[in-house]
């Protein structure tokens, strides 16, 4: 009778494929967390350019609407920007006429654009004044406040939105918009706001804050961020370069935002990056 045959592994044997098993899972397993890292690594750098790319992006077209000579910088400094930031913009399709001792007119609702609606309780407005259309030495920007907003129509029936602003004494008053505003006109919308380095959560940010007519402000709110906590530094240049003396001498100003990853990275610590810029603002030349 043949003896049936037996097949098999030896001890030895099962521990050379078991250490060979697992010499391939370590090496399958540093090179996955390779790739992780690596990956971890590239959202991150990637995370902050965007960061401060979109820091310069907004900073530079909020800041290009500005024009200091007319007092749209309220206050300046290394780390902080008060401004009239401008919100709308229109043109008056009906004349103004007097109101309850304000101003009233209507703006065409198709040729209203900006990045949101006037608001009566938030924005004061810059009301175009011609005066003479034979010259242009006694154009001016009106300065009011925005007391009214209501829904009405132009005189081609188009949607309108009437407004009824209060013009300040200080720009002429709304005897001066009777007189010199006239059908056409450019009308826009502003608020009061501040713009600063803001340290909230345990992270600094691009803060920002506005404030009502009344002076009664926001809370500081991140905007952009996290930013490292020298990460946002405003420069100030009049017409010659030079540090100007007052604010309403700035002619351009220089930007620099230094952003941070959200999260340390392995081996690294936290990734940085920084855009520097500099913005010259409405009607002066560029640097």
Known sequence: MCHL???GFTLVEMVVVMGLMGVVLAALYQSINATQRTTNTQVQRMDVQQTTRAAGLYLGHLLRELDAADGDVLVSSPTSLRIRAMAWTGVLCTPPVAAAGRVQF??????LFGMRAPDA????????????????TDDVWLVGGLTDVAAGACPDASPGTILRVDITAGSGGSGAALADVTLGSPIRGFA???????????D?????RTADRGATWTSMRPLIGPLEANGLAFTYFDDAGATPAFTTGIVSIGITVRGRS????SGQGYISDSIITRIALRNNRRF
């Open 5 to 7: 045959k037996r097949g």
């Open 106 to 111: 209507t703006v065409a609702r198709g040729l």
């Open 121 to 136: 309780g938030l924005d004061s407005v810059l009301l175009y004044a011609d005066g003479d259309p034979e010259i242009r």
């Open 192 to 202: 009061v706001e501040e713009l600063s380095l803001y340290l909230g959560g345990g």
């Open 204 to 208: 600094y940010w691009l803060g920002r």
């Open 262 to 265: 959200a999260g340390p990275v």
